[in-house]
């Protein structure tokens, strides 16, 4: 089975930045589409960004394109989301998230493609 676990949320003032990780185990990394998504409290969940490791095709949500980035090590079996410019309303809980196929066979801004999810790790932004 597929192990998903986030790092390096915290606190931050406004105009700051963080970087999460994500350490995956249990699957062939590569071929899996990897992405983020986060969830504010009384709000939606909303798509952050995913990226395929077999190709690094990348996709970003509208309210982090050109602030957040989406990467790999794939040596590391680790996803990271480099977060800048962060404002008060990227305050969530950021969940990294993995689907056993190509990011390019399925929605990879849509929630229900993903069957793995870490437990979350929690941005607040003030």
């Known amino acids: 089975d597929v192990q998903l676990v986030e790092s390096g949320g915290g606190s931050v003032q406004a105009g700051g930045s963080l970087r999460l990780s994500c350490a995956a185990s249990g699957t062939t990394y590569s071929s899996y589409c990897m992405g983020w998504f986060r969830q504010a409290p009384g709000k939606e969940r909303e798509a952050v960004a995913a990226i395929y490791p077999g190709g690094g095709d990348t996709y970003y949500g509208s309210s982090v394109k050109g602030r957040f980035t989406i990467s790999l090590d794939n040596a590391k079996n680790t996803l990271y989301l480099q977060m800048n410019s962060l404002k008060p309303e990227d305050t969530a809980m950021y969940y990294c998230?993995?689907?056993?196929?190509?990011?390019?066979?399925?929605?990879?801004?849509?929630?229900?493609?993903?069957?793995?999810w870490g437990p979350g790790t929690q941005v607040t932004v003030s």
């Open positions: 998230v993995s689907a056993p196929q190509a990011c390019a066979r399925i929605q990879p801004l849509v929630a229900g493609y993903y069957d793995y």
